[in-house]
C-alpha cells in the first residue's frame, strides 16, 4: 500500500497518524520494550506519522526525564522512517515556549501539535494569542488542536481560520469538537494547503466524505492496519470500501472510550500482547468486563485481505 509518508510532506500532515499511548510496567516505569514493539507495529502497519506526546500519552503525568526517554525511544526506533509531529501544550504560555524551544533544539521532528490551552478558558483573543506566541519559539509546521471535552473550551472555526490565513507555518487543524458543522465552517474557508484532521476514530470517515484530510487516531494504537486501510479508502475516494470497514471497527472504536482514555485502547493493546493496561492515577485501568467486551468485540473483527 501506497501511504502519505512515501512521498515528501513539506511540512503538512495528512493519511493517519496515531497518538502513541506511552506503555507502563507493572511497578509504574515506562515499558521501553512494549513501546519499541508498539513503534514498530505502527511502521509495519502502513500509519502515515507518529504522534507522540499527545493527550493519550497519559504526558500530563509524566516527568521530564520520562517524557526525553519515551521520545527518544520512539525516535531510535523509528529511525527517520516516519515523520513525527510531536505533542507540545499547555496551559502556562510562557512554559509552553520554553518546551518548544528545546524540544526543537534537542529533537530532530518535523512539526509539532499543541493543544488548545486547558482549565484557564480563555476567550477566543486568547486563544488566538496564545499561539501567535508561541510560533517565535520553533520554525517547525505547526498543527493546532481543539479538543472542548478536555480543554473547557472550543476554538471556534473564527478562531482557527484567523490562526490560518495568519500564520502559514500553522499547517492543519486536529478537530475533535464532535462538531461536523463546525468542520465545514472550517472546510469552507480554509486557506490553500490548510489541512483539517479529525481528532475522533468515529468522525474520521465521516469527515473524510466532507473533505479531511485524514485522522489522528486513538485506535490506530492497536489496530493501524485496519485503521490506515480505513483512512486510506476514504481519501482515495473508495466510499463503500471505506464504509463497511468503518461500520467493523465501529463497535471498537466505541468500547474504547466507554472507560475513559487510553485506558480502553491500553486493554485492547493487551488483548493484542502488545503492551500491559497499566495507566497511571488519577487514571484507572479498563474492568474486566470491559475486557471482555473488547475481546469479544475483537475476535469479531474480519481479518484484512492484502491490499
Request: hydrophobic share 40%; charged share 20%.
Amino acid at each position: 500500500m501506497n501511504r502519505l509518508s512515501d512521498t515528501p510532506l513539506s511540512g503538512r500532515f495528512g493519511g493517519l497518524g496515531v497518538a502513541l499511548i506511552t506503555p507502563f510496567t507493572a511497578d509504574g516505569a515506562v515499558d521501553v520494550a512494549a513501546l519499541k514493539r508498539l513503534t514498530h507495529s505502527q511502521i509495519d502497519g502502513g500509519v502515515d506519522y507518529l504522534v507522540p506526546m499527545g493527550t493519550t500519552a497519559e504526558s500530563a503525568t509524566l516527568t521530564a526525564g520520562e517524557l526525553q526517554q519515551a521520545v527518544e525511544v520512539i525516535l531510535e526506533e523509528n529511525a527517520g522512517q516516519l515523520p513525527v509531529l510531536l505533542g507540545c501544550g499547555g496551559n502556562d504560555t510562557l512554559a509552553v515556549a520554553q518546551k518548544l524551544t528545546e524540544y526543537t533544539r534537542k529533537w530532530p521532528v518535523d512539526g509539532f501539535l499543541s493543544v488548545s490551552p486547558y482549565y484557564n478558558r480563555p476567550t477566543q483573543e486568547g486563544i488566538y494569542q496564545h499561539y501567535k506566541y508561541l510560533l517565535d519559539y520553533t520554525d517547525k509546521p505547526f498543527v493546532i488542536y481543539n479538543v472542548p471535552p478536555r480543554t473547557g473550551s472550543n476554538m471556534t472555526a473564527e478562531t482557527t481560520l484567523r490562526l490560518a490565513h495568519d500564520f502559514p507555518r500553522i499547517v492543519a487543524v486536529k478537530e475533535a469538537s464532535g462538531s461536523l458543522e463546525q468542520s465545514m465552517d472550517i472546510l469552507q474557508h480554509k486557506p490553500e494547503g490548510f489541512s483539517v484532521l479529525s481528532g475522533d476514530d468515529l468522525l474520521a470517515f465521516p469527515g473524510i466524505a466532507l473533505g479531511f484530510d485524514g485522522l489522528i487516531s486513538v485506535i490506530g494504537n492497536a489496530l493501524p492496519t485496519h485503521t490506515s486501510r480505513l483512512v486510506h479508502l476514504a481519501l482515495s475516494q473508495d466510499m463503500a470500501g471505506a464504509r463497511i470497514l468503518h461500520s467493523q471497527l465501529k463497535p471498537l472504536m466505541q468500547l474504547i472510550f466507554r472507560e475513559g482514555n487510553p485506558a480502553g485502547v491500553k486493554a485492547l493493546l493487551e488483548c493484542l500482547r502488545i503492551t500491559g493496561p497499566q495507566v497511571r492515577l488519577p487514571l484507572v485501568a479498563a474492568s474486566s468486563r470491559l475486557r471482555q467486551d473488547l475481546e469479544a468485540a475483537l475476535a469479531a473483527l474480519p481479518q484484512l485481505q492484502p491490499a
